[in-house]
């Protein structure tokens, strides 16, 4: 990791200066309160910083420390999907098989058609987070009703983000392994890789937790809390939201997926399963995707690194960029929405963001 005094090889000190400075920029501007980014390139974490105030409530922290754990939002989902690839790599299923073997629900009509890639990909053609949580009490009545929407495409003819695809998937997993997806990823990822990253953070993690939104019909804030209320209602856990980590875990995570599944020599995937995992492909539309990551743009990753990059974002102000032929993972989380998610500034800043990550980068490691 960089210091003051030791600019890692292949980096440039200035531009690095440059990355501290557009963060406290951000600070100032209002686009965050606070801000975390790590960036790993070929196997090391070379970079890391911190910017701004962890919170202004419950409890004022004028300081964002480095380690702090942020609610991932939907950068879960792409964290999710590595419990997805264990369960291939043992045999469970395949990305090609339809989703109602798992799901008896979907062996109806158009949904008997929708297979798990469908899923991971966003093409299964389920309608866009409609929020019927504002409708139910509890889970038990939401995931039937979440599980008997009509479908608004024919599955592989479109692109239409839906966390239900992955509310979907999380069901999927734990039906094919046994295991919760929260128990699963602890065990075979987050535990060997010795992360604090979790679902339902306990108290001893509290301090390192950014609160996120205020909640007027509670009084609070969100903090600890997933900001997610689908996924507050299925107890915390889901492959759609739900995941608490630092910037350093998510990095190390990225790392691990691009050194071809392994980390200090400790494997957690095997070279095959995470080489599907973080490149891209195409899809019946010829369109490129990723299992569990959205493809790169210059809109979102910036257009030095966006082309090229596999990623995803989070409502919370989370980001993560994954660049496979430069073995590069570049992370961006911040609190963007505490006090409030009407603050959008969040979205023209990231791709600034990242072309000065992308513009620190020498080419050179030795």
């Not at 210091?3 to 100032?28: C, F, K, Y």
């Not at 950014?210 to 915390?236: C, F, H, S």
Request: aromatic fraction near 6%.
């Amino acid at each position: 990791m960089s210091s003051a005094n030791q600019t890692p090889a292949g980096l440039d000190a200035a531009r690095l200066d440059h990355i501290r400075d557009l963060m406290d920029e951000g600070v100032s501007a209002g686009v965050f309160p606070g801000a975390v980014t790590a960036m790993a390139l070929e196997g090391e974490i070379v970079f890391q910083h911190a910017a701004g105030r962890q919170q202004d409530g419950p409890e004022a922290k004028s300081t964002m420390p480095v380690d702090a754990m942020f609610d991932l939002a939907s950068v879960t989902k792409p964290m999710s999907g590595m419990a997805l690839m264990l369960c291939i790599e043992d045999g469970l299923l395949t990305l090609d098989d339809h989703v109602a073997k798992y799901v008896p629900e979907y062996a109806v009509g158009d949904k008997a058609s929708i297979r798990i890639r469908h899923l991971v990909s966003h093409t299964s053609g389920i309608q866009s987070n409609p929020k019927l949580y504002h409708e139910h009490e509890d889970w038990s009545t939401l995931l039937p009703a979440y599980l008997a929407l009509p479908l608004v495409g024919q599955p592989g003819a479109m692109f239409l983000y839906s966390s239900i695809n992955f509310i979907i998937l999380a069901l999927i997993v734990e039906r094919v392994s046994g295991r919760k997806l929260d128990q699963l990823l602890a065990e075979r990822v987050f535990k060997p890789l010795e992360l604090d990253m979790t679902f339902n953070p306990p108290e001893s993690l509290r301090h390192r937790i950014p609160a996120t939104e205020y909640i007027a019909r509670r009084e609070a804030y969100d903090w600890g809390l997933v900001n997610d209320k689908t996924a507050q209602m299925m107890g915390g856990v889901s492959a759609h939201a739900g995941l608490f980590s630092s910037a350093g875990d998510l990095a190390t995570i990225g790392a691990m997926l691009l050194d071809g599944g392994s980390r200090n020599g400790v494997r957690i995937m095997s070279p095959a399963a995470a080489r599907v995992f973080t490149n891209a492909w195409t899809d019946e539309r010829g369109a490129r995707r990723g299992v569990c990551w959205l493809p790169g743009n210059a809109k979102v990753f910036g257009d030095l690194l966006g082309p090229q990059s596999l990623g995803h974002t989070g409502t919370t102000g989370t980001a993560m960029c994954l660049v496979a032929s430069e073995k590069l993972v570049v992370v961006l989380l911040t609190n963007r929405v505490h006090p409030s998610r009407d603050n959008d500034l969040i979205e023209p800043f990231r791709p600034r963001f990242f072309n000065t990550v992308a513009a620190a980068l020498t080419g050179t490691r030795s």
